[in-house]
């Protein structure tokens, strides 16, 4: 057994007792079910579950096992976020639809007593003093029942209201959780290319300067080879952290966009904003020491190279993202632990 086989060994032991030990405090059955929601709580694989237990155990201090069966087939049973989507918007149409229907009676429903209004005025140019008692009482049972009709109608109408708003915060919610990287919480690809190109169809019109900063762990196979996998997504969880610290625009994109990729987009800063935040995100994962967790022992530094690009008045979205790309790949030429802009790199090639 190699050593980074039984360094993994040896975590694996310390997330499984440090599981055991949730188990019986938060007072779950020690269930597969169970042990894996626990498992995977402490080795945090999957941030939006450690989130959702966090809001669980804060009101009753304990997950019942319906919470762990919850959890096991929201968050580990593999189910596609896609087809949790398609689900929703069923509802959500289904709901309306209903909407549509009581929609459609209630305006048969005015229709008949339009048309029971005409009958009667049409009756009262030529009527009796007999004949206009029944008229009146039959005006007043006609609306009648057009008010309990409404009635009804407006019970539905908010019924079916709430329903709708569960439904949106439950689509809102799974959407959120399709565009976040499970394990570093940061928007995954897909959310950066959308706000991407929402940036590039508000900035043609506000005229607003945009940049764009990527990010790419130096030698981070190193780690994984020579420490396993997990030291590897501990790696990849210190830098996430780090831009969380570090970057406070309030309308950047923080995103994890590939393996060991990260990009930040930043609407409204200049490539001079963009430098300082990079080299800020650069000097702080450097100043961090990664330590194992279950011996507290030094694993050394993480160093970090960065390229910046400001978009040009000619840009498309994959010329920006070239741009800052080359620039990424011109640190990395340079010796690493260091951010380069587009300013400072003139040709734009691309090496591996």
């Known amino acids: 057994m190699n050593g980074a086989s039984h360094e993994d060994r040896e ?8 599981a055991n030990e949730l188990m019986r405090d938060y007072g779950s059955s020690a269930s597969p079910r169970a042990y894996a929601i626990w498992y995977t709580y402490v080795s945090w694989r999957l941030p939006p579950m450690n989130e959702a237990i966090k809001r669980l155990t804060s009101k009753s201090a304990t997950l019942s096992d319906g919470d762990i069966d919850k959890l096991y087939e929201a968050y580990i049973d593999g189910r596609n976020v896609e087809g949790e989507l398609d689900r929703h918007n069923a509802g959500l149409i289904s709901e309306v639809q209903n909407i549509m229907e009581m929609i459609d009676l209630s305006l048969g429903s005015t229709a008949q007593y339009g048309a029971s ?5 049409k009756d009262l140019h030529n009527t009796t003093p007999n004949r206009l008692k029944d008229i009146v009482a039959t005006l007043i049972a006609n609306t009648r029942d057009v008010a309990a009709s409404n009635k009804t109608l407006e019970a539905h109408m908010r019924e079916s209201r709430r329903e709708i708003e569960g439904l949106r915060e439950t689509l809102a919610a799974a959407r959120l959780e399709s565009l976040t990287d499970r394990l570093t919480g940061l928007s995954n690809r897909k959310h950066f290319e959308e706000a991407l190109n929402k940036e590039f169809e508000e900035g043609d019109k506000s005229l607003r300067p945009t940049s764009l900063i990527l990010i790419d762990i130096d030698f981070f196979k190193r780690f994984n080879d020579q420490f396993g996998h997990l030291t590897g997504d501990q790696v990849l969880r210190l830098v996430a952290m780090v831009m969380r610290e570090t970057v406070l625009s309030r309308g950047a994109t923080l995103s994890r966009f590939g393996g060991e990729e990260f990009a930040i987009l930043l609407p409204g800063s200049s490539r001079e904003a963009a430098r300082t935040v990079a ?6 994962i450097i100043g961090r020491e990664l330590v194992k967790r279950s011996t507290g022992e030094s694993l050394g530094k993480v160093t970090i190279s960065l390229g910046v690009a400001q978009r040009r008045s000619n840009d498309s979205v994959v010329s920006f993202m070239e741009r800052a790309d080359a620039c990424l790949y011109a640190a990395k030429r340079s010796g690493r632990n260091k951010t380069m802009d587009d300013t400072e790199v003139e040709e734009f090639s691309h090496v591996a």
């Open 117 to 121: 209004l005409q009958a009667i005025s």
């Open 11 to 18: 975590r694996s032991f310390v997330i499984a007792q440090r």
């Open 279 to 284: 080299e800020a995100v650069r000097t702080t």
